[in-house]
């Protein structure tokens, strides 16, 4: 090989490392809409690039009751602040381009997490 090349091969190494890493420097997020709407409400929050890590709490005062995930992502639905287990239950899955309802007797969605 010459010498050229091989100054040119390593060269394209370091570009392409040094572009994958600051790729995975940057915060990844949701790409779509996740909407929110509390039990017998005509208001909804909608949540758009949510980061993918951590929990997310649902601004709702009342929690909610109704999730359309228009996302590209999955997530999970708890029933605390804290995307903990409530009483053992564990959280609901909500798949992308999917929706969910509570049933009337059940306790609101406080909280939410990515699957990513």
Do not use: Q
Not at 16 to 44: I, K, Q
Not at 77 to 106: E, F, I, Q, W
């Amino acid at each position: 090989m010459s010498h050229s090349r091989r100054i040119g091969v390593i060269t394209a190494a370091a570009a392409l490392l040094l572009t994958a890493t600051a790729c995975s420097g940057l915060g990844r997020s949701t790409v779509g809409m996740l909407t929110f709407r509390g039990h017998d409400s005509p208001v909804e929050l909608s949540y758009s690039n949510t980061p993918v890590t951590g929990c997310h709490k649902i601004a709702l005062p009342a929690g909610a009751s109704h999730v359309e995930n228009n996302t590209l992502v999955d997530v999970v639905l708890y029933r605390t602040l804290d995307c903990k287990k409530a009483d053992g239950a564990d959280g609901v899955y909500v798949g992308t381009t999917l929706s969910n309802v509570t049933a009337p007797v059940s306790l609101p969605w406080r909280s939410f997490s990515v699957i990513h």
